[in-house]
């Protein structure tokens, strides 16, 4: 997508509520066919497309995550991958949107998943870190899949302007869903990655309040505490997910 979607997808989120929305929804309007039939038409081609490039990245996703965690659910990698759920397609709402479709897992440990997963920990509880308490989300103790955002809507902002900000398909990202995109991204080559080095997560927070952050160094992964959730100024992408997830198939 052109740096100017990015720009006004940016601006619309700065301006929230209903401004934002009517102005996506003139946009979507625009692109609507007035041909009923050959409008249903397009949609299910667009549909039967993206099924059909999913089924792939569903599988590389769910063989890598095998390879990771079904000898800690003592499973065999065959038992764990039937256990994940397929990627549901993606929300009407998000069609204009940049997406990222990821399995993510959450029934190991989240400091034995980190380990496995070979994400460093500073110097902090990693199992302080819970959902935030504010949100209305709550991860479940079954792996899901959801979509996320590609980070470049909220580059250097504030991890609580997002959070003011979401939209209702919207909720903020959390530690799994951020180890899932990190996990992810492991085995792609470097063109096909997620452009995120640094990702605040906001669907999350670490006990006294602030939301952790995910850093991509040079050759590690850590996980920090962000440090002031009001300020945006140099510090990466705040990720943001779909509201909607999918636990069973």
Request: proline letters at 5%.
């Amino acid at each position: 997508m052109s740096e100017s979607h990015f720009e006004q997808e940016r601006t619309e989120r700065k301006e929230g509520g209903d401004q934002g929305n009517s102005s996506f929804l003139r946009r979507v309007r625009g692109f609507i066919d007035p041909n009923p039939i050959r409008a249903l038409a397009r949609r299910e081609v667009a549909k039967a497309l993206e099924e059909h490039l999913l089924g792939p990245e569903w599988h590389r996703q769910s063989q890598y995550l095998a390879t990771l965690f079904a000898k800690e659910l003592n499973l065999t990698q065959e038992q764990y991958i039937a256990s994940l759920p397929k990627f549901g397609p993606r929300p009407e709402s998000w069609k204009k949107r940049s997406g990222i479709p990821v399995i993510v897992e959450t029934r190991v440990p989240l400091e034995r998943m980190l380990e496995l997963a070979g994400i460093k920990v500073d110097s902090f509880n990693v199992n302080s870190i819970i959902d935030w308490k504010k949100g209305k989300f709550r991860t479940p103790k079954s792996p899901y899949t959801t979509w996320l955002n590609d980070g470049e809507v909220d580059l250097n902002t504030s991890v609580n302007h997002v959070r003011k900000s979401l939209k209702p398909d919207e909720r903020g990202a959390t530690i799994y869903d951020g180890i899932a995109l990190c996990i992810r991204d492991r085995n792609l080559n470097v063109r096909e990655r997620s452009r995120l080095l640094i990702s605040n997560l906001p669907g999350s927070q670490i006990d006294f309040g602030f939301a952790p952050r995910l850093a991509r160094m040079s050759v590690d992964t850590w996980v920090y505490r962000h440090l002031d959730d009001d300020d945006g100024s140099n510090s990466g992408c705040v990720l943001v997910a779909g509201r909607k997830i999918k636990i069973t198939n």
